[in-house]
């Protein structure tokens, strides 16, 4: 018997396996139950669809937003073509409203310095000068209305002793270059054409302006040519006395009318009553009532 335990004892420490790992029937024999608990299908289905709905609420909501930026743009937009244009217009009308008075201004200046000159041929003189200033930017219109002012008083015809001739006296060596430059053939009358002389003065101008800084120059060489316009620069004495004269005139002349028109020049409201080739008017409604018709004579020549 004691063999017996003490060999049991021995087979209990010869075996290495751990106790624990040792399965024993009875365990193994028993039954293992796993629930896995599943929701129903109707709800994953309608989560699925509140979150497209949400989805497609968010796509359209930015795609409204889209437009609406759009819209806001399309509207800047035309706001600002329209602000252009009322832009446009106001200062076509300002530009426009200027030039006639300015236009209208310089005919009485010329119908002032020459009273034998009618309105029609005045306001014809001062158009004929403003387009040429307006092709040509560096001539300024008062600048040519002074030049012509005191050159010739606005006679086309006058002719001075060195030959010069026409409203800006040109002399003729000078003139057939401006003629043929400016695309116009060249004939002894040519430069009593008022717009062939006016338009031939204002290149004339135009180049000396490229040429000189300063108008001083300008008039010393259009007065003078540029042998005189050197003298003039140098201040020698052999300096024409005629353009020691003439300079300072024409700058004056031109300041004197830049002020006035700065200030606004004031236009009669009926100027009619300066041009010397009205007719007189005749009464008719006397006339038919049996009285001797009562005729309105013409005012004279230079009457103002």
Same mark, same amino acid.
């Given at each position: 018997?004691?063999?017996?335990? %003490? /060999?049991?004892?021995?087979?209990?420490?010869?075996? $290495?396996?751990?106790?624990?790992?040792? /399965?024993? $029937?009875?365990?193994?024999?028993?039954? *293992?139950?796993?629930? &896995?608990?599943?929701?129903?299908? @109707? %709800?994953?289905?309608?989560?699925?669809?509140?979150?497209?709905?949400?989805?497609?609420?968010?796509?359209?909501?930015?795609?409204?937003?889209?437009? &609406?930026?759009?819209?806001? %743009?399309?509207?800047?937009?035309?706001?600002?073509?329209?602000?252009?244009?009322?832009?446009?217009?106001?200062?076509?009308?300002?530009?426009?409203?200027? !030039?006639?008075?300015?236009?209208?201004?310089?005919?009485?200046? &010329?119908?002032?310095?020459?009273?034998?000159?009618?309105?029609?041929?005045?306001?014809?003189?001062?158009?004929?000068?403003?387009?040429?200033?307006?092709?040509?930017?560096?001539?300024?219109?008062?600048?040519?209305?002074?030049?012509?002012? #005191?050159?010739?008083?606005?006679?086309?015809?006058?002719?001075?002793?060195?030959?010069?001739?026409?409203?800006?006296?040109?002399? $003729?060596?000078?003139?057939?270059?401006?003629?043929?430059?400016?695309? @116009?053939?060249?004939?002894? +009358? /040519?430069?009593?054409?008022?717009?062939?002389?006016?338009?031939?003065?204002?290149?004339?101008?135009?180049?000396?302006?490229?040429?000189?800084?300063?108008?001083?120059? #300008?008039?010393?060489?259009?007065?003078?040519?540029?042998?005189?316009?050197?003298?003039?620069?140098?201040?020698?004495? %052999?300096? =024409?006395?005629?353009?020691?004269?003439?300079? $300072?005139?024409?700058?004056? !002349?031109?300041? *004197?009318?830049?002020?006035?028109?700065?200030?606004?020049?004031?236009?009669?409201?009926?100027?009619?009553?300066?041009?010397?080739? *009205?007719?007189?008017?005749?009464?008719?409604? =006397? /006339? +038919?009532?049996?009285?001797?018709?009562?005729?309105?004579?013409?005012?004279?020549?230079? +009457?103002?």
């Amino acid at each position: 018997m004691i063999r017996n335990e %003490q /060999a049991g004892r021995s087979s209990d420490f010869s075996d $290495p396996r751990p106790r624990a790992l040792i /399965a024993h $029937p009875r365990e193994e024999s028993e039954p *293992r139950t796993i629930v &896995i608990r599943q929701g129903s299908a @109707w %709800q994953s289905l309608a989560f699925l669809c509140i979150c497209l709905l949400l989805l497609a609420v968010v796509m359209m909501g930015h795609q409204a937003l889209r437009g &609406i930026d759009g819209q806001r %743009q399309e509207a800047t937009a035309a706001m600002a073509g329209v602000e252009r244009r009322v832009q446009q217009l106001e200062s076509g009308i300002a530009f426009d409203s200027k !030039r006639r008075r300015l236009l209208l201004g310089m005919r009485n200046h &010329i119908m002032k310095a020459n009273p034998r000159v009618s309105l029609i041929d005045a306001y014809r003189y001062a158009e004929i000068a403003l387009q040429a200033s307006e092709k040509y930017p560096a001539v300024d219109p008062l600048f040519l209305l002074a030049i012509g002012v #005191v050159e010739s008083g606005y006679d086309p015809q006058a002719r001075s002793h060195a030959d010069a001739r026409g409203l800006y006296q040109i002399r $003729p060596s000078t003139g057939r270059l401006l003629l043929r430059a400016l695309g @116009w053939e060249y004939d002894d +009358a /040519a430069l009593y054409d008022p717009e062939k002389n006016t338009h031939a003065a204002a290149l004339y101008l135009d180049i000396l302006f490229s040429t000189y800084s300063d108008p001083q120059m #300008v008039l010393a060489e259009y007065n003078g040519g540029p042998l005189n316009a050197g003298y003039f620069r140098a201040g020698v004495g %052999q300096l =024409a006395a005629e353009t020691r004269d003439y300079v $300072p005139r024409v700058l004056e !002349r031109h300041e *004197r009318l830049k002020a006035e028109f700065e200030k606004g020049t004031e236009l009669p409201s009926d100027p009619t009553y300066r041009s010397i080739q *009205r007719e007189g008017k005749t009464l008719v409604g =006397a /006339a +038919a009532a049996g009285s001797p018709p009562s005729t309105v004579p013409s005012r004279a020549k230079g +009457a103002r």
